[in-house]
Structures are given as structure tokens and as C-alpha cells.
């Protein structure tokens, strides 16, 4: 009985030191565990930059205007026109 105590904590060990290793390939290869990036979600969110007011949306959830091949993202509508009305002038 103890014998097989012994062997799964000897397997867990194991187990444990090899997701080590696999988090470290990972790392090297420029890639980031999906076991970190899943625990600090709002900050790894990348925001971009409204145009006209100059605050930080996350693209999932702002106003989006593709202009020269480019897309902006916008805050509220109300900047939204406003970078539109830019556009035209
Ligand atoms: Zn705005």
C-alpha cells in the first residue's frame, strides 16, 4: 500500500517538473503558457488609442472605422463622427 502512495507522489513529481519544462519551451520560443496569460486577463488585453480623444478602448468593445488601410478605434460615436468629419475636410 505505501508503495503506491510513494509512486504517485513520485508521478506527480514527475508530472509537475515536466509542465515545468513544456512552460519554459514555451517561453523561449517567444510564446506565452496559456496558464499565465489566463490569470491576468484585463491587463493583457492590448488597448489602442482613440484618435480623436486620446482614450484607451480595448478594439473587442470600441467604435471601428477603417480609414487608409488602417483601422481606428474609437470611444463613442461621438468621436467616432468627429474623425469622420476630420476625414472629409
Ligand atoms: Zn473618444
Redo the contacts with the bound molecule.
Sequence with gaps: MLRYVLLGILLILIARAFWRVIDGVIEAAGGRPARVSSRRTPQAVRLVR?P????H?APSSALQVVADGRAHH???E???S?FLKQQRA
Design positions: 482613440d480623436v480623444c486620446g482614450t478602448v474609437f470611444c463613442s461621438t468621436c467616432r468627429e
